[in-house]
């Protein structure tokens, strides 16, 4: 599985952003397809996750209320919109696939990685 993000940029604080997550290769209904994101100068931390097959989420503190993971299966396309953006939220964002639906918020145990997108939040 090859993954690929997109959709960075420059985003006014409270505005918003949609990130795309682009797979090739077979996902499988078991996958689960997660976002990190790693701040200058700190830890990849994990934003959220998707089960391919059943589409159930699960988001960090920081994340939820302002993010949704979704997924379009005939694009093979994950997406990550996040609404009302803080300067806290600038980071490079990645996402990453592992082939197990067990509950996982560990970035090391996700297996395929793509490479990352950047934005900035202005304040």
């Known amino acids: 599985v090859q993954l690929q993000a997109f959709g960075g940029g420059l985003v006014q604080a409270g505005g918003s952003l949609r990130l795309s997550c682009a797979a090739s290769g077979r996902i499988f209904s078991h996958y689960t397809i997660g976002w990190f994101r790693q701040p200058p100068g700190s830890e990849r931390e994990f934003v959220g996750y998707i089960i391919w097959g059943s589409g159930h989420t699960y988001y960090s503190d920081s994340a939820k209320g302002r993010f949704t993971i979704s997924r379009d299966n005939a694009k093979n396309t994950v997406y990550l919109q996040m609404n009302s953006l803080k300067p806290e939220d600038t980071a490079i964002y990645y996402c990453?696939?592992?082939?197990?639906?067990?509950?996982?918020?560990?970035?090391?145990?996700?297996?395929?990685w793509g490479q990352g997108t950047y934005f900035t939040v202005s304040s």
């Open positions: 990453a696939a592992r082939s197990n639906s067990v509950h996982m918020t560990v970035r090391e145990r996700y297996n395929y």
